[in-house]
């Protein structure tokens, strides 16, 4: 029922299923969107997400019914939200290149790439990600 934006800071979301098993869908950044699937389609989503944040997080946050909105009166409005999902769908599938048909150091490699490019931070030693990830 609401948009959230991350204007700084780093966000984990995450299902928990039936099972019990919590599984991290997403590691966001700035300006990352979640919280659009029910404005997209105009129903309330029956998924529900945990956001847990890794680092001190400052968010902007608007009732979904507002987003839309301001979608209709302003197309530039939608075209920044597209832009956002776009860049979530591609996170999306990095992730799932990522974890897919390798084996495990293959995988560990990948996803800490990854992580350096979206979240490290270039230091005289290299590159730190300055996250807390189990």
Same mark, same amino acid.
């Given at each position: ?11 984990r ?6 099972? *019990?098993?919590? &599984? ?7 300006? @990352?969107?979640?919280?659009? #699937?029910s #404005?997209?389609? *105009?129903?309330? !989503?029956?998924?529900?997400?945990? !956001? ?6 400052? +968010?902007? /946050?608007?009732?979904?019914? @507002? ?10 409005? *939608?075209?920044?939200?597209? %832009? ?6 591609? %996170? /999306?599938?990095?992730? &799932? ?5 390798? =084996? +495990?150091?293959?995988?560990? $490699? @990948?996803?800490? +790439? $990854?992580?350096c490019r =979206?979240?490290? $931070?270039?230091?005289?030693?290299? &590159?730190?990600? =300055? #996250?807390?990830?189990?």
């Open positions: 029922e609401r948009v959230y934006l991350i204007r700084r800071g780093a966000v979301l995450s299902r928990v299923y039936e099972s *019990g098993e919590e &599984i991290t869908v997403a590691l966001l950044r700035e300006n @990352s969107l979640f919280g659009v #699937l #404005l997209l389609t *105009g129903h309330r !989503s029956d998924r529900f997400y945990h !956001s847990i944040a890794f680092t001190r997080v400052e +968010m902007i /946050t608007a009732p979904a019914n @507002s987003v839309l909105r301001a979608i209709e009166e302003d197309a530039s409005v *939608g075209l920044l939200l597209l %832009q956002g999902l776009s860049s979530r769908i591609l %996170q /999306t599938e990095t992730m &799932i290149e990522t974890l897919t048909h390798r =084996d +495990m150091s293959s995988r560990l $490699v @990948s996803f800490l +790439m $990854v992580l =979206d979240f490290g $931070v270039a230091g005289e030693k290299g &590159i730190t990600i =300055d #996250l807390r990830l189990s």
